[in-house]
């Protein structure tokens, strides 16, 4: 065998250094190697589980195994090597191991191996970093209210974080600027107690208001964990009047409420009148002023004065009384076609109740043949503003005058229901039909004739006597069945009458001795009467 020279002696010796070196440091990772185990550090809670994987690209069918951060075997494959029930088998195969920690504590914190035992022995670390969840934050500070106007110093604290917490102060959503936070470790513990303060001059607009202390930790999702804290606000009134209504009337009741708006509420309440007494009939009854009776005399500006202990404020509310006056009645309308006299009598304005300004517009008619077109109008007005005669009969409008003349010059007045007024002028004339609702609106539609119907009263009188022909021929009626069955009667019930005929013959055998033996014989024939009853 050939003696190697210097050189590759030297060179030979190197490699195996190199060997040797790798079989004592197992635990650097090539990359390239099949066999090399790889694995991944992983953070947890306390209280939660941690699942610890060792893989390898390929299988000479050696076992895996994980140690704690003793060096103390966990698992050995599939076997269990050390009695801790927090620590189970995940997962076992030819080229994977996995087991899983249930439960942390911080003590579980630490560098955890996986070796595989092959030649040399490969090994890889796994680092396992435990969070101390922190505490529910505490607020303090803030036992008494406070005054407006004043500063209030909070302080939140939260304990048991690792790593320290952050604390963050919100007002409502606003975020609030705090002092720093100051970290203290706890002894013997590796985890931190964490507190902050903030100082706020308080208003009277942050009575009520929610102050949050909040928790910010990788081991907590943003507000888990936070305490509220309502601030109390002390403040003076701020006096308004609310009435009772918008529209006071006279001869109403009425009364002002006096609204403090403070903290405390007002303890006293003082009402007067600006510029003179409060009226005789207006009460005091706490926060309210109370009218029995409304009165113009009782217009003015009224004060109210509340006082809560912390300062005092005055509201001031004028008082103007209104009529007590009915809502007047709704004045009646007449509906009549705009192509009709009352355009016409408007002076050919667009708006009906436009007066004439002489009798001599209404020579202008439109076509009656048309088809008319309804306008209304009040009454009053177009009576008192129509130049021209309009014939209506005060049969349903007892109230309105009545005007015989059908001259010009004549005041008008209502007609019947089914009357037409007439509407006079030089020229021509013409008569649309009316019809009157009960409602005191009149419906006026252009008529087929333009001359006035002689039988207009006639009408409403024929309705008249036929009801009372009617009741007439009833009440006749009703006479002669009377008499019939009075006739009937008296004939069926005559009246008994006795005569001298046959006086003696209640003795006698036969008509011929009767007749023989009656008083008188043949002789008192003549002397025979009747009597009728």
């Keep these: ?64 195994q994980w140690s704690n951060t003793a060096q103390q075997t966990l698992y050995f494959g599939e076997k269990r090597a050390l009695r801790d029930n927090r620590i189970q088998l995940h997962r076992s195969t030819s080229t994977e191991l996995s087991i899983t920690i249930a439960e942390v504590q911080l003590a579980d914190e630490g560098e955890y191996t996986c070796s595989i035992f092959t030649m040399p022995v490969r090994t ?50 606003q975020e609030l600027e705090g002092r720093p936070d100051v970290v203290e470790s706890v002894p013997d513990d590796p985890t931190y107690n964490v507190s902050s303060e903030l100082t706020l001059e308080v208003s009277r607009s942050d009575d009520n208001a929610l102050i949050t202390c909040a928790v910010d930790h990788p081991s907590l999702a943003p507000g888990d964990k936070r305490s509220e804290q309502a601030l109390r606000v002390l403040y003076s009134p701020n006096v308004q009047i609310q009435p009772e209504s918008d529209l006071p009337r006279e001869g109403e009741k009425f009364h002002l409420q006096c609204s403090g708006n403070s903290n405390p509420e007002p303890t006293s309440y003082v009402w007067e009148k600006k510029d003179g007494e409060l009226p005789p009939l207006a009460k005091v009854d706490g926060a309210f002023l109370r009218f029995e009776m409304l009165n113009k005399s ?138 009157v609702r009960l409602n005191g609106v009149y419906t006026f539609t252009d008529a087929g004739d333009n001359s006035a119907d002689p039988t207009a009263m006639s009408t409403s009188s024929g309705v008249d006597h036929a009801v009372i022909g009617g009741v007439v021929a009833v009440i006749v009626f009703i006479l002669l069945c009377l008499l019939i069955v009075l006739g009937r009667y008296l004939i069926r019930h005559k009246g008994t009458y006795l005569t001298h005929e046959a006086k003696g013959s209640d003795d006698a055998p036969d008509a011929d001795t009767a007749i023989i033996n009656a008083e008188g014989g043949h002789s008192g024939a003549e002397d025979k009467k009747e009597y009728f009853i």
């Excluded at 004060?303 to 809502?327: F, K, P």
């Design 1 to 64: 065998m050939a003696i190697p020279s210097a050189p590759s002696a030297l060179w030979s010796v190197s490699l195996l250094t190199v060997l040797f070196a790798a079989a004592v440091h197992s635990n650097i990772v090539y990359d390239d190697d099949p066999l090399q185990p790889v694995t991944s550090d992983e953070t947890v809670s306390v209280g939660g589980t941690v699942t610890l994987t060792c893989r390898v690209a390929e299988s000479d069918n050696s076992s895996l």
């Design 124 to 173: 890889a670390r796994a680092t396992v970093t435990v969070l101390g969840v922190p505490g529910k934050p505490q607020i303090s500070g803030f036992e008494n209210a406070v005054q407006e106007g004043g500063k209030v110093t909070l302080t939140c604290t939260s304990t048991g974080s690792k790593p320290p917490a952050r604390l963050r102060w919100y007002r409502g959503d």
């Design 298 to 435: 009782d217009n003015g500006v009224y004060l109210c004065h509340a006082d809560n202990g912390i300062g005092q404020s005055q509201g001031e509310y004028t008082l103007l009384v209104q009529d007590s006056s009915s809502s007047s009645s709704s004045a009646s309308s007449i509906y009549l076609p705009s192509s009709s006299p009352p355009d016409v009598l408007s002076g050919s304005r667009s708006d009906p109740t436009y007066p004439s300004s002489s009798p001599s517009d209404l020579t202008s008619f439109p076509d009656p043949s048309s088809s008319p077109t309804t306008s209304v109008v009040d009454v009053s007005t177009a009576i008192s503003e129509f130049p021209t005669t309009t014939t209506l009969s005060n049969a349903l409008f007892p109230d309105l005058p009545f005007a015989p003349d059908s001259s010009p010059s004549s005041p008008a007045s209502i007609a019947p229901p089914t009357a037409t007024p007439s509407y006079s002028s030089p020229a021509s004339s013409l008569t649309p039909s009316v019809s």
